[in-house]
């Protein structure tokens, strides 16, 4: 991998670049990941990693059946996730569809918490690109700070890698503001639907290339979502980005989390992986919505020393 | 098994292990402990259960919850005599275990094997029967119906008696006959007949989770059900030690669990209600009488 990279000209120099990247070994990624997965952190370290996990969340609804009020009560939740307790850190951002940014944001300015929007025809991805930037320009306009976008799994299965690319450029485009700013750009593989570990990397190394900001897995509405093997491959890859690249990239798992013992697999293989740097919400976020919970009841239990149960958590 | 002979087979021994959501893992502690026979010689090892496995049959407990509690009474009352049914089947395994654990005669073992079998039956029989029984209409003074209605508490935890079968079943049948869940810890001199029961239970229409049967010490897994704020319900028959049963009814008060308290009762006599109204609610409502 050198750094002189600009491999984004064609079709064929990308196709060049991402088919010479190292083969992921499947089996050993799995095996890895499943040994990272074993690790027991307890105690201090468990309460510290919890606190951590809940400052990562990016609380999310994307349902057919949001409604404002829905959208109003978990931007609450994302700002006090446990009422009874000031010392329990905000959530990184909650995500909703576009057309409900204004509604989180009323609750959310001045807040801290993010609001962030699924956009570009989310989850399928089909739709012209016209219609995508359009969708883009919507949320931000709305006062989104962070975009998910998905990208175009059927262009990039079928080879058109400079489709995939300039899409990518052109929404990140589109996430300019007029004040010269611009909404952050999560670039969603939805791994589940890319059939290969190898896809999995050509997919992380051609978003980045193309300027994400974050490369997350999933949509959470494909099966298999997040998984820790597809996780550990793209945070390698944003750890060789930087070598090569002096650039840090933000890794997002999303879809399938929903317990503490799966979060702490995940930090624990952050550290391992990209180092101490990317354990940082700023660099690291969790997809998930019932995941918030189950971290709170076992933030409670190390504080109170007694298990909790679902009666003590909000529905949502 | 005195002389080894060609022919002499290894014995292929069972591994006693917990029942958890309808199935069957080891303790998560890796832990076991031996179990004697009446006579002081070894039995078994059974799983240790530890403070983990009793977290995750309440949450077993907790996800079966709804639906058992949501079946008719009627279906409760048919699973509960379907798991007498089976026992019948198997009552020469339990007729034996009994004789190992205990050393009673051939005679006593069949008394209390036949005693718990018709124990589940009577507790079936009661399970459609009770509402009619603890609720009723009220008379009220205005036009309205009002109806009382028992409705199950929750997760009942429970701390098995002595005895290995006939205790078991005394105390879990009429929590379960009335739609609770329970999670069991079964008494820690008879944990392999608790087991057998389990295997029993396993394979007679309850469903998974409805259920679930630890095996360990009283002393060390009892304090975290009974401060477990997702548990509504224990039951203290079998905990011995009168101040370790003080402190797990104090600690049962955080979310206000309803708490029996262990008291002298003869297992072998007809039992009372008590033993089904003490995790019930009586739910009461009111409808305007007319058009």
Redesign the interface.
């Given at each position: 991998m050198t750094a002189t990279l600009s491999p984004a000209t064609s079709d064929a120099s990308l196709r060049r670049f991402l088919h010479g990247l190292p083969a992921v070994d499947k089996v050993g990624a799995d095996a890895r990941a499943a040994r990272l997965g074993t690790r027991s952190i307890k105690t201090t370290a468990k309460a510290y990693a919890i606190d951590l996990a809940i400052s990562m969340v990016d609380l999310t609804t994307l349902e057919g059946h949001d409604t404002p009020g829905k959208v109003r009560a978990l931007a609450n939740k994302a700002m006090r996730p446990d009422p009874s307790d000031p010392t329990c850190p905000a959530t990184a951002a909650v995500c909703v569809y576009g057309d409900l940014v204004e509604v989180a944001k009323q609750t959310l300015t001045g807040s801290g918490v993010q609001v962030a929007a699924v956009a570009t025809a989310f989850p399928s991805g089909r739709a012209r690109l016209d219609v995508k930037l359009a969708d883009t320009r919507d949320a931000v306009a709305a006062g989104a700070d962070e975009i998910d976008m998905v990208i175009d799994r059927g262009a990039f299965l079928a080879g058109h890698y400079m489709t995939v690319f300039e899409e990518i450029v052109a929404v990140r485009e589109a996430c300019e503001r007029p004040d010269g700013t611009a909404a952050h750009l999560k670039v969603i593989l939805e791994t589940g639907e890319l059939q290969t570990y190898d896809n999995v990397r050509r997919a992380s190394w051609l978003a980045m290339l193309a300027g994400a900001h974050f490369i997350k897995t999933s949509t959470g509405k494909i099966s298999p979502a997040a998984t820790l093997p597809v996780t550990l491959i793209m945070l390698e890859a944003v750890r060789d980005f930087r070598d090569a690249h002096g650039q840090m990239i933000g890794v997002k798992p999303a879809g399938g989390i929903r317990t503490t013992k799966d979060a702490i697999k995940y930090l624990v293989m952050v550290n391992e992986t990209c180092g101490p740097d990317w354990l940082d919400p700023s660099w690291f976020r969790f997809g998930a919505s019932t995941l918030l919970n189950d971290l709170l009841l076992q933030r409670t239990k190390l504080a109170t020393?007694?298990?909790?149960?679902?009666?003590?958590v909000t529905l949502d | 098994m005195t002389r080894a002979t060609p022919a002499a087979r290894v014995g292929v021994r069972k591994t006693s292990k917990l029942f958890i959501g309808g199935a069957f893992p080891r303790s998560e502690s890796g832990r076991t402990f031996v179990v004697n026979d009446h006579e002081g010689g070894f039995l078994a090892n059974a799983a240790l259960a530890s403070r983990k496995d009793a977290?995750d049959a309440?949450v077993a407990a907790?996800a079966a919850f709804p639906g058992w509690a949501g079946r008719t009474a009627y279906n409760r009352g048919q699973v509960v005599y379907r798991i007498a049914e089976l026992l019948e089947a198997r009552r020469d395994q339990f007729e034996g275990e009994l004789r190992a654990s205990e050393g009673v005669s051939a005679a006593t073992a069949r008394q209390y094997v036949d005693a718990a079998i018709d124990r589940l039956v009577w507790y079936a029989g009661w399970s459609d029967k009770i509402a009619q029984v603890v609720g009723g209409a009220n008379a009220v003074a205005g036009p309205f119906f009002n109806h009382s209605a028992p409705e199950p508490t929750g997760v009942v935890a429970i701390v098995a008696p002595r005895g290995p079968l006939l205790g078991l079943v005394s105390v879990l049948a009429p929590v379960i006959a009335t739609g609770n869940t329970a999670v069991v810890l079964a008494s820690e001199a008879h944990p392999l007949t608790a087991i057998t029961l389990a295997e029993v239970m396993a394979t007679s229409d309850l469903p998974g989770g409805v259920v679930n049967i630890l095996t360990g010490r009283a002393a060390e897994v009892g304090p975290?059900l009974a401060?477990?704020?997702?548990?509504n319900g224990i039951d203290l028959t079998g905990v011995e030690d009168p101040s370790l049963a003080r402190d797990l009814e104090i600690?049962a008060a955080?979310n206000l669990k309803r708490v029996r308290r262990p008291r002298a009762e003869d297992l072998l006599a007809p039992p009372a209600l008590d033993r089904m109204t003490d995790f019930l609610e009586i739910k009461t409502v009111w409808h305007p009488m007319g058009s």
């Open positions: 020393g007694r298990y909790g149960g679902p009666d003590y | 977290r309440v907790r975290w401060a477990h704020m997702d548990v600690a955080d």
